[in-house]
């Protein structure tokens, strides 16, 4: 018989902050738990404990420090084991880039601050999927190893128990998939190894094998810990010890050969990319005020003296990752979870919205406007670090300061624009809603001035029922037969859209919240039928059509608008959802050739199969071949599927909705006559945009495109008032490169003046750049290569250099600055 190596064998208590229960129970499950691994600790001299989620810690500290001081002491002794590095085991999927680099910078930085530690072995082990980047993203916040559990074994086949995983820009970590299950009963544990023994290699390598009541936490009980020396002393067991994940980790990488997974961990749940369109969406939402916010706080604390807002921010921020725990952001927890969820996620929101606009004006206030008889000025923010033409909306006062018609230039007196009358969002009379087309500056402002009366003014009215729409870059046609469009091309190129295929597809989904045992959600049971199409809006500015449609008790309107020189078609959708157990799905039939179908991904994207199965994805899919390709952009969802086998065309489908019953877990069946609470019942609305294009994603500047549509321009009415601003400025601006993406400008954490600057590659090539900063008096050199996210900082000081730091805002080639007792 083969000999076994060694197994270390990892106490620990996965504790569900959120799921069956609300966070208050788990708030209560964490200081129980932990009191009960620190009790044990006391009775075996050779026991270890090993915990992740720093929120946890952070609770403890804030409401029992007699329990937070013993738990000091025994980190300090090395058997209180602190991993992961998280603020708490996130969904893998929702969250974005940005999200996976907070939280590790406030969880690193919390534990060096309060118990003299950081983590240095991820682990997540109860999510359901990893995405591709993880790698670079843990290896740059000091997490050098990665535990999982899912996907498990008959799921996807991986090269090993263990081995390296590495993402597209060539970090690694040394990934370990624990066997069989994190939690253990709570009596003797022969049957729970030796399950875990059947899944494991036979190898004299060190192994490693999770033990301890968990899910509502628990931890290792007595039982568990004498059966463990029990165990040890039998010959059908390998060698087994109370031990950590560091040593683990530090003996398994001491061995040659490992292999390497150059790719994402999936696929498990993949209803959960789907359920609970709301918390989705509003952890879109909150993400992204955030990050305008921040580079607009941190623009005003230079400009206009703005008092720093880090902490408030880092508050809110705090909220998000909470909510982005793997049961919330899944959509599997309790209703009553959600109610919590939408007030924190809420409270991030108003946080951020604050903020940014506090800064804004403070900054809008003192550009140079001189009074003028019956003019209003408005101000229009850009929050990205390119030029920006879009379109803007703004709502005139009560009462409306101009009436009539409207004259609009670019800043006091330059080049005038089109004026279109939209509908106003107030029925009452005396508001009304204007659009105009804006270029803004990289990351800056540009003035509009309005004056009364123009024949550039128009009210937007149909002038007839023409189905299409065109502005000389996108060309579409409504079919008022299936109200879907049955053409769209990009300038005079072919029509991309194929024939065929029902847009908006009712799926019978009797798969639990989870959607266990299953890949695909496209078992097709009908379609909503078009109820009614008609022509809106013409004018200069803005072209409209809406399609009415319905099936069974369920509402769906779309609103396709085609803007003045804009490269997409924009689509608002609101549906009224009444259907139980089944999905909604909005497909795209692309007549292109040779596709590829590329997925964005947290800070990166994936070229992924298209058979059909369910993935998960953020701002953008872009399906592209011979013929160019079409980009499908949204605003919050993460549920898509694409269909390569259909005569030679793909089918994009977007799973806009599904409605299971709420925690609902398989193999509970559901009682005929029972009472239950389904999901995403009601209205609910969000946007996405067709944009169509020749080339690949890369040269339709896809990432930029989605990335506009997630933070919009933000205008603002402003009035007269001297000041030293002029009438445009741009803040930050890289040239060099239309690949590099300024994802992130804030005040540093150690609230010394400097300030944070990340950025990350789109494209896959290497980039060399110059970062202009000019409100710090910066212009900054650097080269990115193929995928990476880079942080650079930038000290108070002008003449100081500016310096890479890792996720942590640390200097990546030091210890970490772990405060003296």
């Known amino acids: 018989m083969t ?61 029992d420090p007699g329990l937070f001081d013993r738990i000091r002491k025994r980190v300090a002794e090395g058997r209180f084991e602190i991993v992961g590095g998280w603020w708490v085991e996130p969904d893998c999927n929702i969250p974005g880039g940005e999200a996976f680099a907070r939280h590790a910078l406030y969880s690193q930085r919390w534990l060096a601050e309060h118990l003299g530690v950081i983590a240095t072995v991820g682990c997540n082990v109860d999510p359901f999927g990893h995405n591709a980047n993880l790698p670079q993203l843990l290896s740059k916040a000091r997490l050098d190893s990665y535990a999982f559990l899912r996907p498990q074994a008959h ?28 939690c253990s009963p709570g009596g003797e544990i022969s049957g729970h190894v030796t399950k875990a023994l059947q899944q494991l290699p036979v190898t004299t390598e060190p192994l490693m094998v999770f033990y301890g009541v968990g899910n509502h936490g628990g931890g290792p009980t007595i039982e568990n810990i004498e059966s463990i020396n029990q165990l040890a002393q039998r010959d059908l067991y390998p060698e087994m010890f109370p031990s950590t994940m560091r040593r683990f980790f530090d003996e398994a990488r001491t061995f040659d050969g490992l292999p390497v997974h150059p790719t994402e961990l999936q696929p498990h749940a993949i209803g959960c990319y789907a359920a609970h369109s709301g918390v989705k969406r509003q952890n879109r939402l909150a993400e992204q005020a955030l990050l305008a916010a921040e580079k607009w706080s941190t623009i005003a604390s230079t400009v206009s003296g703005m008092p720093d807002a880090t902490g408030e921010l880092g508050h809110a921020w705090k909220q998000v990752l909470f909510n982005q725990f793997h049961d919330i952001a899944a959509g599997t927890a309790i209703e009553p979870a959600y109610d919590d969820a939408r007030d924190q996620l809420g409270e991030a929101k108003s946080i951020a919205g604050r903020l940014a606009n506090r800064s804004i004006q403070s900054i809008a206030r003192q550009i140079d406007i ?23 909306e703004l709502e005139l006062g009560y009462p409306a300061p101009l009436r009539g018609a409207i004259e609009l230039r670019e800043g006091l007196d330059g080049r005038q624009l089109d004026v279109q009358e939209v509908r106003s969002a107030a029925t009452a009379n005396g508001r009304r809603r204007i659009a105009f087309r804006a270029s803004v500056p990289p990351l800056g402002y540009q003035l509009f001035t309005m004056r009364p009366g123009d024949a550039s003014y128009h009210l937007g009215a149909a002038a007839d029922d023409r189905l299409t729409l065109d502005n000389g870059i996108v060309r579409a046609e409504i079919d008022r037969r299936t109200g879907w469009l049955k053409k769209l091309a990009a300038g005079d190129g072919p029509n991309l859209l194929a024939s065929g295929v029902p847009h908006a597809q009712v799926i019978d989904d009797d798969t639990d919240t989870w959607s266990h045992g299953v890949r695909s959600l496209w078992k097709t049971e009908g379609a909503f039928k078009v109820q009614r199409v008609r022509r809106l809006a013409d004018g200069p500015v803005r072209q409209l059509i809406r399609v009415e449609s319905a099936y069974g008790e369920s509402r769906l309107v779309e609103e396709f608008v085609l803007d003045a020189e804009s490269a997409a078609v924009e689509v608002r959708v609101t549906v009224d959802w009444r259907e139980r157990l089944k999905a909604l799905k909005l497909c795209f039939p692309f007549a292109v050739t040779d596709a590829v179908a590329t997925h964005e ?4 994207s994936l070229v992924r199969e298209q058979n059909r199965e369910e993935v998960p994805s953020h701002a953008w899919v872009d399906v592209s071949g011979n013929d160019g390709g079409v980009a499908v952009l949204n605003d919050g969802k993460y549920s898509f599927a694409v269909d390569g086998t259909v005569d030679g065309r793909s089918v994009l489908a977007m799973t806009a909705v599904r409605s299971p019953v709420y ?56 009035c007269f008032h001297d000041g030293p601003l002029p009438s445009s400025e741009s803040y930050l601006s890289v040239n060099g490169s239309d690949q ?30 110059t970062i202009d900063v000019p409100f710090l008096g910066r212009s900054i050199e650097t080269r990115f290569g193929p995928h990476e996210v880079k942080t650079l900082r930038l000290p108070a000081d002008a003449g100081a250099v500016a310096t890479e730091v890792d996720l942590i805002e640390w200097d990546p080639s030091r210890p970490p600055p772990i405060p003296s007792a």
Do not use: C
């Open 663 to 718: 925690a609902w877990h398989d193999p509970r069946r559901l009682d005929d006559d029972g009472v239950y609470e389904y999901l995403d019942q009601g209205i609910q609305r969000f946007t996405y945009r067709l944009l169509p294009h020749a080339g690949d994603w890369r040269a339709a500047a896809v990432v930029r495109h989605a990335a506009e549509l997630n933070q919009p321009a933000t205008p603002l009415i402003e």
């Open 3 to 63: 000999p076994r190596g060694p197994l270390h064998m990892i106490g620990n208590a996965h504790i569900d902050a959120v799921w069956l229960w609300q966070w208050q129970e788990g708030y209560q499950e964490v200081r129980a738990t932990f009191r009960s691994a620190l009790d044990r600790m006391d009775e075996y001299p050779d026991y270890v404990f090993t915990a992740d989620s720093v929120a946890y810690f952070s609770w403890i500290a804030e409401h």
């Open 155 to 182: 799921e996807r086949e991986l090269p090993g128990q263990k081995f390296w995983w590495e993402s597209a820009d060539g970090s690694q970590v040394l990934a370990y998939r624990i066997p069989h299950e994190y």
């Open 601 to 604: 991904i947290p800070y990166g």
């Open 370 to 392: 001189p009074a003028e008889s019956a003019m209003v000025p408005v101000a229009v923010f850009n929050p990205h670090a390119w030029p920006v033409s879009t379109t803007v």
């Open 740 to 769: 590099i993406v300024v994802a992130v400008l804030k005040r540093a954490e150690d609230n010394d003046g400097a300030t944070i600057l990340r950025a990350y590659e789109t494209a896959g090539t290497a980039a060399e750049v």
